[in-house]
Nanobody
Framework: QVQLIESGGGLVQAGGSLRLSCAGS????????MSWFRQAPGKEREFVAG????????TYADSVKGRFTISRDNTKNTVYLQMNSLKPEDTAVYYC?????????????????WGQGTQVTVSS
């Protein structure tokens, strides 16, 4: 059973940066494609970014391209989301998710394991 724990959320002003971390345990971390999703109040959970297990490929939502960077360190069983030039519309609970397949999916139901989420609030 894979367990995921996110950290790094907080309150930041528009234009600022945050780095989220997601630490995995209980499985062979390097064999999971990892992604970040987010859910804003009153909205459905949406895909943000994903990285394949060997970090050979990444995918981003159009809304974060050029501002967010996903990366992973399999030696530390951790995936990161560097968020720059934050906007108020980035305010949400951010979740990391894992799937034991080689391809990134933007579909929430494609992921088997989820963290508990970390709140990111961007003030204007």
């Amino acid at each position: 059973q894979v367990q995921l724990i996110e950290s790094g959320g907080g309150l930041v002003q528009a234009g600022g940066s945050l780095r989220l971390s997601c630490a995995g345990s209980g499985g062979t971390f390097s064999r999971y494609t990892m992604s970040w999703f987010r859910q804003a109040p009153g909205k459905e959970r949406e895909f943000v970014a994903g990285v394949t297990w060997a970090a050979g490929s990444t995918t981003y939502a159009d809304s974060v391209k050029g501002r967010f960077t996903i990366s992973r360190d399999n030696t530390k069983n951790t995936v990161y989301l560097q968020m720059n030039s934050l906007k108020p519309e980035d305010t949400a609970v951010y979740y990391c998710a894992a799937r034991p397949q080689s391809r990134i999916s933007t579909i929430e139901a494609s992921y088997d394991y989820w963290g508990q989420g970390t709140q990111v609030t961007v003030s204007s």
